[in-house]
Nanobody, 118 residues
Framework: QVQLVESGGGLVQAGGSLRLACVAS????????MAWFRQAPGKEREFVAG????????YDNVSARGRFTISRDNAKNTVYLQMNSLKPEDTAVYYC???????????WGQGTQVTVSS
């Protein structure tokens, strides 16, 4: 089992920045692929960014590309999401997710709320 604990959410004004962190435990972190998803009120959960075991990154959310950066620190068992130039539409609960060698993300954190005021 993998346990994921997110932190770093909060209230920020439009144009501001936040850095989310997710600490993983229960499995060797370097063997995990990690990702961030988000879910806004009344909307489906959507993929924001992912980072592989080999540090390859993907950004499938068009609005996040160029503003958000995902990174990982294997020594700290932590994945980060740096979010810059935040917009009110970025308001959502942000979830950290992990997978080992499966297709789907099997492990999820409890989520951290990000609220961007206009």
């Amino acid at each position: 089992q993998v346990q994921l604990v997110e932190s770093g959410g909060g209230l920020v004004q439009a144009g501001g920045s936040l850095r989310l962190a997710c600490v993983a435990s229960g499995r060797t972190f370097s063997t995990l692929s990690m990702a961030w998803f988000r879910q806004a009120p009344g909307k489906e959960r959507e993929f924001v960014a992912g980072i592989s075991r080999g540090q390859d990154t993907t950004y499938d959310n068009v609005s996040a590309r160029g503003r958000f950066t995902i990174s990982r620190d294997n020594a700290k068992n932590t994945v980060y999401l740096q979010m810059n130039s935040l917009k009110p539409e970025d308001t959502a609960v942000y979830y950290c997710a992990a997978k080992s060698y499966s297709i789907h993300y099997a492990y999820w954190g409890q989520g951290t709320q990000v609220t961007v005021s206009s």
